[in-house]
Nanobody
């Protein structure tokens, strides 16, 4: 499966953006999908993950309560709704595929994910 993130842009602090991650090839509904971000000069970090059905979602503490991820398997698309954006959310955002997600196992490391798409830049101005 190939993934492509889109929807980034420039937004003021406190604003909102919705990112999309569109899949092509493969069986999209068989993969959980995660979101990562990488700010300039920093390592890539986990943001969120959604299970294959969309029934389970997990978030990094830094975005919990502000970001929400969901998916529409009929459209082969995963979404990341970002609210109350802060300047520290500025980064290139990526989506990637992974295996099953459960309450017993939540993948958060980059090595747990594959099929990385090109990222989309989110810039939050203060």
């Amino acid at each position: 499966v190939q993934l492509q993130a889109s929807g980034g842009g420039l937004v003021q602090a406190g604003g909102s953006l919705r990112l999309s991650c569109e899949a092509s090839g493969g069986t999209f509904s068989m993969n959980a999908v995660g979101w990562f971000r990488q700010a300039p000069g920093k390592e890539r970090e986990f943001v969120a993950v959604v299970s294959r059905s969309g029934g389970l979602t997990y978030y990094a503490d830094s975005v919990k309560g502000r970001f929400a991820t969901s998916r529409d398997n009929a459209k082969n698309t995963v979404y990341l709704q970002m609210n109350s954006l802060k300047p520290e959310d500025t980064a290139v955002y990526y989506c990637a595929a992974t295996g099953p997600v459960s309450r017993a196992f939540v993948p958060r490391a980059s090595a747990d994910f594959g099929s990385w798409g090109q990222g989309t830049l989110v810039t939050v101005s203060s």
